[in-house]
């Protein structure tokens, strides 16, 4: 086990994500006039607002030591919830429990019975608990029960998944209370509750489309169980979404929890659709998509129905008969434009031909306002067309993985007497074009009979800002299937009311909505715009090397110790990426061991003709990453919970087939044996990359050198600034001075104060024991060997103090600005070599740098001088010899912004100079000096694009790290 546990950051009380249009099809749900936070975890799609869910509830119940003891007797990395129960047990070696019934509801309730030491629940108080689901996965199940605290069911919290097999248990997922009192009853009135949670959102009735309101217990850690009232308000700005699931205390009046829930022929009806994206070089007048219909046709590419009601997408499925417009049991699609605009769906067909003109006069038009009064009105209800169809598509694929009504998913009317029906997705295409609102897309998921709405939006250059071209989201399939799938995991996680809360959880949810997108496209022999098919966002970004991300998903570096990497600290589509590249990497062992089949048999699985087990490698990836949603019964989720359930996955599916691989690439992933976190709002978690199964190396730092006594910290990857280093040389620090890695090729990054940023590799093999020689060379431009810093800017000692997590900066101006260092001693040194890092970082109090962290101020080219004051008078200008001048791109930026992987830390070499000071000179930013942000890139005539003379960030620069070396 890891030397170090990390302090627990904060605990949020978060769930699931919201609503928007009603039942009806033509309502305006969304947001208030001043919510607490615009849009949440599930959306936007782009890096954005931070969720506004709170937990007022304090404190933390202790399990004592006899908890303890059995926990860690059934799984020695038991993690606890705050109520004073076990968040996760297993899976292990053996199973938790044996010789239980075989029917799994009843071995889960014998199960629960016979641990009342550890749950705190007795027989009566376990039977009492309400089914939630009982879902057959292989050759077990997942069963999931809610507590109720005398006659209320639990609100938030109060789950307990269980998966079982053959009479035995393999995990346990838990929100449940240890304290299962009865709670004192209510004494204030719904309506009450009702008045309490809008003053809470900042809400007036005027801004409210709907709500509901029901009794409920809400346990706490340390005051028992409240009675409480649930109240789901949804706003009625289209806008601006909002929507809250609010806990009001039945008593006090006061909030317990908040959830934010916006995470952001006539008998053969046809669409026409582009199956992925539009191709990125259409011309005027040209329409290549293609038509899909009900059942095959000569004409039809493909056929498609509704897998739950057998009937085509448009059919109402409590009348049986054509809607004859973008309305159909899985999806309610319309036009939202906002201002005065009306919202609409697609004009009526009476022959169900659902193929409206496309001239792709958006991107034609080059964003000229213009298109919205033109007789085409910006193809409008060609896009309406499209996302209904990719909607309908989503839930058909995402049935077949067991998106089903038995696990709450989307329909206006479930065939089954499984979930609650008249929630499916409502489709809003090109949101807020009138308004202003572009680049983005948002989904809004509230609890099971609620209708979740998501906003699709068009996308256009801004100065400053991202620059996309001039295209629709309602065409990009990345982009859908990403907004769809929030839908997926905060349905299916945590049960139907609640959903995926943390900071990891969030992290977790865009990841999702990128892979399981991707894998959408893969499955069916799609290809969105990407130099790979797992680019996210190709088409709406143009950016076609990572799209919207910092990178590609089956091109990422990161792992576990990368939380909190980016430019502006922790973030969940940012962190987010640590788990798709993980998951790739399942992914990609999973292939390589089971293959990858035939287009034909790609098909075959993902129809749900070919049962999972004998489905290729990816397809068999899927599965077990929908069945791991459904054995997450705590909404405050973490990486290692999900990474527990994917080995349970595959214990009920697949018989434990995969065990090795799994462990051996979550070990690769920095989530193996010894991985710790403090829950899911930690962003710092303690990295491992040892698999419990053996098979690993062991290497010891050996620091050499003019570092030999150094305290080097190592990390695993290519970042340092709020990265969590896997090993240190300092005696003084908890961490270890060894490295235990399974097989295979490691990227590190050492670090020490005086001598800068080293990368180096290592090949670890299974069972070798070795070391990592440390000879760093001194950074002579450290203010720890002795530097000193003057010139231009602020925070001038900032970019040389061997670190990126830091940074200087100039406000006032780019182009010329320069910093000094004059080197320790006053002595002439050789330079043959710089480190320059053009990161960002979080904004911090009392910080002197008053531009914002704008990614378009980071630096993108400069040039060192240099100057002997033994030999020449450096206070003249005109003694100063220019030695190096970057390319114009040393540091790159991209296509729709700057990206991390783009701006860190990067090695130059300049010729070999002796000197006493070195100068380091802006040329330019990547707002001043990038082509992909200069010049006018639209026909918006009320809108500027050139960043250079049109954006706050012309007069900003920043540079984290200046570092020089002889070798």
Not at 90 to 98: F, S, V, Y
Not at 493 to 516: K, N, R, T, V, Y
């Amino acid at each position: 086990m890891s030397r170090r546990r990390r302090r627990l950051i904060a605990i949020l009380a978060t769930t699931a994500t919201a609503a928007a249009l009603l039942p009806t099809g033509v309502s305006t749900a969304a947001p208030s006039a001043n919510p607490p936070s615009a849009e949440r975890r599930s959306g936007p799609f782009a890096e954005g607002h931070q969720p506004a869910d709170v937990d007022n509830r304090t404190g933390t119940a202790a399990p004592d030591a006899r908890q303890r003891g059995l926990a860690r007797a059934a799984d020695p990395d038991v993690r606890w919830n705050r109520l004073g129960t076990p968040q996760a047990l297993g899976p292990g070696r053996t199973p938790l429990a044996t010789g239980l019934p075989t029917d799994p509801e009843a071995a889960a309730r014998a199960y629960l019975t016979a641990n009342r030491d550890l749950y705190g629940m007795d027989a009566p108080t376990v039977a009492a608990m309400e089914r939630v689901l009982v879902r057959p996965i292989g050759s077990g199940a997942v069963v999931t029960l809610r507590q109720r605290f005398g006659d209320l069911p639990a609100g938030p919290d109060g789950l307990v998944t269980v998966a079982v097999a053959g009479g035995a248990v393999l995990s346990v997922s838990s929100s449940l209370a240890r304290d299962t009192g009865t709670p004192a009853p209510a004494t204030r009135t719904a309506g009450q509750a009702y008045a309490a949670a809008l003053a809470d959102a900042r809400l007036d009735a005027g801004a409210v489309a709907s709500h509901t309101v029901r009794a409920v217990a809400v346990p706490t850690p340390l005051d028992g169980p409240r009675s409480a009232y649930e109240v789901t308000v949804i706003g009625a700005d289209s806008d601006h979404p909002a929507a809250f699931t609010t806990y009001v205390d039945g008593i006090t009046g006061e909030v317990l929890v908040r959830e934010d829930l916006i995470d952001f022929d006539s008998d053969n009806p046809s669409w026409a659709v582009f199956p992925a994206t539009p191709p990125r070089d259409l011309g005027p007048g040209q329409d290549p998509r293609v038509r899909w219909c009900g059942d095959p046709a000569p004409g039809c590419q493909a056929a498609f129905r509704d897998p739950a009601t057998g009937q085509p997408w448009d059919v109402d499925a409590a009348t049986g008969t054509p809607t004859f417009t973008s309305r159909g049991n899985s999806a309610n699609t319309v036009l939202s434009w906002g201002g005065a605009s009306p919202v609409v769906p697609a004009p009526t067909s009476p022959e169900r031909r659902y193929e409206y003109p496309f001239t792709d006069q958006w991107h034609q038009a080059k964003c000229n306002p213009a298109v919205f009064t033109s007789a085409q009105r910006n193809d409008a209800d060609a896009s309406i067309a499209n996302l209904f169809a990719m909607h309908n598509r989503m839930h058909d694929w995402a049935y077949q993985l067991g998106f089903t009504e038995s696990a709450w998913n989307l329909q206006a009317v479930n065939l089954t007497p499984a979930g609650l029906g008249g929630d499916a997705e409502q489709g809003r295409a090109q949101q807020g074009a009138l308004t202003g609102n572009r680049n983005n897309a948002n989904q809004g998921t509230p609890r099971d009979g609620l209708p979740p709405t998501t906003n699709m939006y068009l996308w256009q250059p801004q100065a400053g800002g991202p620059y996309p071209p001039c295209v629709d989201g309602d065409y990009d399939m990345t982009v859908i299937g990403h907004e769809y799938t929030h839908a997926i995991t905060n349905r299916m996680i945590a049960g139907p009311d609640s959903g995926i809360g943390g900071h990891q959880g969030g992290a977790m949810g865009e990841s999702w909505g990128d892979l399981l997108a991707a894998e959408y496209l893969y499955q069916n022999g799609l290809r969105a715009p990407g130099e790979t098919p797992f680019v996210t966002g190709g088409y709406v970004t143009g950016n076609l090397v990572s799209g919207i991300r910092n990178y590609d998903l089956s091109r990422s570096p990161l792992n576990y110790s990368d939380i909190g990497y980016n430019t502006g600290g922790p973030a969940v589509h940012a962190d987010g990426e640590i788990w798709g590249a993980t998951n790739f990497r399942v992914r990609s062992a999973l292939v390589k061991r089971y293959g990858l089949g035939t287009p034909q048999r790609q098909a075959e699985c993902a129809q749900g003709k070919v049962a999972a087990d004998r489905c290729p490698g990816n397809r068999r990836w899927s599965q077990l990453v929908f069945d791991s949603f459904l054995l997450q019964a705590a909404s405050q989720v973490s990486m290692l919970d999900m990474r527990d359930n994917m080995l349970t996955a595959d214990l009920l599916r697949f018989g434990g087939a995969n065990q090795d691989l799994i462990w051996a690439e979550f070990a690769r992933s920095g989530m193996g044996r010894d991985a710790v976190t403090n829950g899911a709002a930690d962003t710092d978690p303690t990295p491992s990359f040892a698999s419990p199964r053996g098979g690993n190396a062991t290497f010891t730092l050996r620091p050499r050198g003019d570092s030999a006594d150094a305290p080097i910290r190592v990390y695993v990857g290519a970042y340092e600034a709020r990265a969590t280093p896997i090993a240190d040389t300092d005696p003084a620090t908890p961490i270890p001075d060894t490295l235990e890695m399974v097989a295979g090729t490691y990227d590190l990054l050492a670090v020490a104060p005086g001598f800068g940023h080293q990368r180096l590799s290592v090949v670890a093999d299974a069972g070798r024991s070795g070391y990592v020689d440390l000879s760093l060379s001194r950074n002579l431009a450290s203010t720890t060997s002795g530097a000193t810093i003057s010139g231009d800017g602020v925070n001038l000692d900032r970019i040389a103090d061997d670190t990126e997590a830091t940074n200087w900066a100039s406000v006032d101006g780019v182009a010329g600005r320069q910093v000094t260092v004059a080197l320790p001693g006053g002595a002439p040194q050789t330079v043959r070599r710089v480190n320059v890092s053009a990161m960002l970082r979080p904004a911090t109090a009392g910080d002197v740098d008053t531009g914002s962290q704008n990614a378009l101020s980071a630096l993108r080219s400069f040039a060192v001088s240099a100057c002997n004051a033994r030999t020449t008078d450096c206070a003249d200008p005109s003694r100063w010899q220019r030695i190096y001048t970057s390319a114009a791109d040393a540091f790159p930026g991209g296509a729709y912004r700057a990206y991390s992987r783009d701006i860190n830390l990067r090695t130059f070499t300049v010729p070999s100079t002796v000197a006493t000071h070195l100068r380091l000179e802006v040329l330019t930013s990547q707002c001043t000096g990038g082509p992909q942000y200069a010049g006018e890139q639209d026909d918006d005539p009320a809108t500027t694009t050139d960043c250079a003379t049109a954006s706050p960030a012309r007069n900003q620069v920043r540079i984290a790290e200046f570092q020089a070396f002889a070798r």
